[in-house]
């Protein structure tokens, strides 16, 4: 088989994940990250198995060499690059011997990769952007797929922010939580775990055919607005994401869509992009929140719009209710009251019993009013009603992508899935605010003739642009 399929990778990540615990979207990120041949860094404590994530990860890939080093400030460049060529230094040449070291392999594990000093760090980021290597007066070519950089914290430093960028995909790791710890002891040694069958093992042909199919994947309207959106986001945060991570993050969903059938980016695709786009888990939660707040959420209808727009209604409607107008005797005059008020003012002129223009009676409405006000209601309630069935489509959708996406996990799915649950109710909610308002304009007291008045619109809210 040449062309990885959804259910070849999907077996893929089920042996990779055999025996690990609250790693399922590790191992899932990872193995995307590899297949768009970008690196992933992850961030947590010791003992929190991301070497253990490494190491698996080489499994995927059919003849590829695995290469892993711990870094700390007295590593020398022989760690990662190889001993310098005796020979070579004989001949006037500067050139390393790179066979089993980092220029040599397809998948490399480097553990506390900040603790470089400025010299390595310099040399990798070469190495991982361009996958060449430095050796001599020459370019070698590397064959690295991915390379998973491992930390405990990441320091602010110049030199650190540009590797740093270098890793796509930025993956905190964590203790296993209480729940998960009967089954962490469960589980055994991690030595006990059984590689993935030959026949799973993804090779160079494999990445070059997916490479090819995500190529062709089109980028629709919809995600470059919530792209689009996002950046404007993160000028206000301030998050700063470069030009060229944006490429790269594209090119990846890319390749997600194109790993699962698929020749267009799906919206819910968007759900990693808090791993793609924030440094650390404080502000990739607040990606999270933004994306759920907004995937499958047109703004023109969001319910916090629609209920302005049915405010204005039952306001308009409370103010008809209980509006006066002149009241006028059976000859037509206009009716006065003489009530005297001066002992309670101390009118000592008899100025509060001057005659008054008695307001007492409710003012009353003509047909076309009515039919004006439930006309404009009858129009929102069909807006309502076309919002809510494209909610309900967006929720169908959704369903489908959970049902067969190979990288989300069913955390990030299922809190989509509430914000599209909560926004139906809500609108369903507001459609009943609407129908009542509506009601209650037709109860309006009514003029045995019609006075040929026709209200202006209320709502203010143009809902045109949605």
């Not at 491992?150 to 922010?161: I, K, L, M, R, S």
């Not at 440094?279 to 319910?303: C, H, I, K, M, N």
Request: aromatic share 8%.
């Amino acid at each position: 088989m040449t062309t990885p399929r959804p259910m070849r990778l999907r077996s893929l990540i089920d042996a990779l994940e055999r025996g690990l615990v609250e790693r399922r979207q590790s191992v899932r990120l990872c193995l995307l990250a590899a297949l768009a041949r970008e690196h992933t860094l992850l961030i947590g404590p010791p003992g929190t198995a991301k070497s253990e994530l490494a190491r698996r990860l080489h499994t995927a890939f059919r003849g590829g060499r695995y290469f892993e080093r711990l870094l700390t400030r007295f590593s020398v460049p022989e760690e990662l690059f190889g001993p310098l060529s005796i020979r070579a230094l004989e001949e006037d040449r500067y050139e390393r011997h790179t066979a089993g070291f980092l220029p040599d392999a397809t998948i490399a594990f480097i553990d506390e990769v900040f603790k470089a000093n400025s010299a390595i760090l310099n040399a990798l980021l070469t190495l991982l952007n361009e996958r060449v290597f430095d050796n001599g007066a020459g370019r070698q070519a590397c064959p690295l797929v991915s390379a998973i950089g491992a930390t405990n914290a990441v320091p602010e430093d110049e030199v650190a922010e540009a590797f740093f960028d270098r890793f796509l995909l930025r993956l905190p790791v964590s203790a296993v939580s209480g729940n998960g710890f009967g089954a962490l002891l469960a589980a055994g040694p991690a030595r006990e775990w059984t590689p993935p069958p030959p026949e799973l093992a993804l090779d160079a042909a494999d990445l070059a055919v997916l490479a090819e199919e995500a190529g062709a994947v089109a980028v629709p309207a919809e995600v470059v607005i919530v792209l689009a959106g996002l950046r404007d986001y993160f000028a206000g945060v301030p998050l700063f994401v470069s030009d060229r991570r944006w490429v790269t993050i594209v090119w990846l969903l890319r390749v997600a869509a194109a790993s699962e059938g698929r020749n267009v980016i799906a919206l819910w695709d968007l759900l990693l992009l808090p791993w793609l786009t924030a440094p650390d888990a404080e502000r990739q939660a607040l990606v999270a929140d933004w994306l759920t707040a907004r995937l499958g959420v047109r703004e023109a209808f969001s319910p916090a719009r629609l209920t302005r727009v049915v405010e204005a209604f039952e306001a308009q409607l409370e103010v008809e209710g209980k509006a006066n107008d002149l009241d006028y005797d059976e000859s037509g005059r206009l009716k006065f009251s003489a009530t005297d008020l001066a002992d309670e003012i101390g009118d000592a002129k008899g100025g509060a019993s001057a005659p008054r223009l008695s307001y007492s009676r409710r003012r009353r409405y003509g047909p076309r009013h009515v039919a004006a006000r439930t006309e404009q209601i009858d129009a929102l309630l069909a807006r309502i009603a076309g919002y809510a069935g494209e909610i309900a489509g967006q929720r169908a959708s959704l369903t489908g992508y959970a049902a067969q996406s190979l990288w989300l996990d069913d955390a990030a799915l299922a809190r989509a899935e509430g914000n599209l649950a909560a926004t139906a109710t809500a609108v369903a909610v507001l459609a009943e605010r609407a129908r009542r308002a509506r009601a209650g304009f037709q109860a309006l007291p009514r003029l045995e003739t019609d006075d040929g008045a026709v209200p202006d619109p209320i709502a203010h809210e143009t809902l045109d642009a949605a």
